[in-house]
């Protein structure tokens, strides 16, 4: 059964030849690989043309910058395998990962996707960093309501990288193409998306098919405040998708603990009063007393040295404190 790995990249050259050998040394050989440049200005073509003259089962399509989502549905578009498996351009894949899981797949018809944990490096695969993603990595349970663990952590964040899933291309059929309109949180919308619809995930949490993913200055996840809007406007989709009480409740205070993150950056970054109108906003609707002393108390934070309010939003986000 051939899987189809889709690479979107953007002005990632230096780190193309790194991304593919994890794909060329799998102990799976029936892959196939589309790499959807997605508008580069770098070396980029380069790189791919001498790819795909080196391994048959590299190509490449070319298309004016669109974003992740767009270069994704591009390369699902032009794939042609039963399975697919994402890899975004600067990460690397785990040498057994798909053959272990298109095993698992094949034995089990009703499984949709199997996912792999993540450790994030630097420089190296062999350099681990200790951040981890949050959270526990069950799979999906018996029903659709909160007693699902895979639904009820997949609600509290995101849980797997884009590269941790394999994904049966019937999944992908049913759940329909990422949402383009979305730059950041999009993987995390599709993974809500295929619970939504009922398909089935299994957790793989052997060690040694977790994803390398390479934490650098240019990875888009630094952008802390747009990281948490793009939260903000998917926990707002999700909002009117959940027939479980319990499962809206959660998805609420989550929602409200975003606005009031997006609070604090926004005072951060020179938008007082937009700050200090979410935090309002945010700590009325939980009844959160620290985050209404937060946001009186945000102006004069807003000073040389806002590691001080840094400090301070860390100590308040981390318990709750109502009225």
Not at 28 to 55: F, K, M, R
Request: contains cysteine.
């Amino acid at each position: 059964m051939t899987v189809s790995v889709v690479v979107p990249t953007y002005n990632c050259g230096r780190f193309l030849p790194d991304a593919l050998e994890s794909l060329r040394t799998q102990t799976y050989a029936d892959w196939e690989c589309i790499v959807v440049d997605d508008g580069s200005t770098d070396d980029t073509p380069g790189v791919l043309q001498a790819a795909a003259a080196n391994d048959g089962r590299v190509r490449y399509v070319s298309q004016t910058n669109r974003g992740p989502s767009a270069a994704r549905n591009r390369g699902i578009a032009e794939s042609a395998g039963e399975y697919i498996q994402f890899l975004d351009a600067d990460d690397l894949l785990p040498p057994t990962k798909l053959q272990a899981q298109v095993h698992a797949m094949e034995t089990d018809s009703s499984i949709g996707i199997v996912y792999s944990d993540a450790r994030f490096f630097r420089d190296s695969a062999a350099d681990l960093i200790r951040f981890r993603v949050r959270g526990p990595r069950p799979s999906t349970g018996p029903d659709g309501s909160s007693r699902d663990p895979l639904l009820g952590a997949l609600i509290h964040n995101n849980i797997m990288v884009v590269e941790g899933p394999l994904i049966r291309r019937s999944v992908i059929t049913t759940v329909g193409p990422f949402e383009e309109s979305l730059a950041r949180m999009e993987d995390w919308q599709y993974w809500l998306r295929c619970a939504l619809a009922g398909v089935r995930f299994v957790a793989d949490s052997v060690e040694e098919r977790a994803i390398r993913v390479r934490a650098h200055h240019d990875s888009s996840a630094r952008n802390e405040l747009a990281m948490q809007t793009s939260e903000l406007v998917v926990r707002q989709w999700l909002d009117g998708r959940l027939d479980d009480r319990g499962l809206r409740q959660q998805n609420e205070l989550r929602t409200q603990e975003t606005l009031a993150r997006i609070g604090v950056l926004e005072g951060r970054d020179g938008q007082l009063m937009v700050g200090v109108r979410n935090l309002l906003t945010a700590g009325v609707a939980n009844r959160r007393l620290d985050w209404l002393l937060l946001a009186c108390v945000l102006p004069i934070l807003r000073m040389p040295g806002s590691g001080r309010m840094l400090a301070l939003r860390r100590r308040l986000l981390r318990r709750p404190r109502m009225w």
